[in-house]
């Protein structure tokens, strides 16, 4: 047996142990939650400022559909990602009605980027891109993910040990 296929096997025969498993996280909507504070304060002063039953109207109609979209956007990210991260593999469900599940194994992953907004950078969220040689997911976006540099590090770390598990190194791939 070559040393090559010995560390596959032995890799292969590790127990899988969860290094991380997260999803959406609120503080990624914490931006927009204070732009519709800030229409909707702007709706109030408008309101008395113009006291007229269409201002009210278009006022309440606006502010409650701003509302309503982000607490139903909110829920539905929440309640509809999921990812979870072991020493071998990436899985990630989304889905709410329909739940659809990939896994990555981390080998095959070949770059973790992540991104921030400035309101991102200031609650320690935002997206994590991971391009691997899946062929069913070969970029995925992991938006909202909270303290997302260190999610970042572990998904590279996990990629890292993995590869000099079976000893495959990240120039050579």
């Known amino acids: 047996m070559r040393a ?3 560390a596959a096997v032995a890799a292969s025969t590790d ?13 990624a909507m914490y931006g927009s939650w204070a732009l519709a504070l800030v229409v909707t304060v702007a709706a109030a002063v408008a309101s008395v400022l ?3 039953p269409i201002t009210w109207l278009v006022g309440g109609v606006s502010v409650a559909a ?8 909110y829920l539905y990210m929440r309640l509809s990602v999921d990812y979870t991260l072991t020493n071998q593999r ?35 969220v935002g997206t994590i891109k991971v391009l691997s040689s899946d062929i069913s997911d ?6 909202g993910i909270d303290d997302v540099q260190r999610v970042a ?8 040990d993995e590869r000099k598990k079976r000893g495959l190194y990240v120039e050579s791939v």
């Open 4 to 6: 090559g296929q010995a």
């Open 15 to 27: 127990p899988e142990q969860t290094l991380w498993n997260g999803g959406y996280s609120a503080k």
């Open 50 to 52: 113009l006291p007229n």
């Open 66 to 73: 701003i509302w309503l979209s982000l607490i139903t956007y």
């Open 90 to 124: 990436f899985i990630h469900k989304v889905g709410f009605l329909r739940r659809v599940s990939n896994r990555v194994e981390v080998i095959d992953i070949d770059d973790v980027q992540y991104e921030q907004g400035l309101f991102e950078r200031m609650f320690g």
């Open 138 to 143: 070969p970029k995925l976006y992991l938006k």
């Open 153 to 160: 590090n572990l998904i590279d770390n996990a990629r890292r």
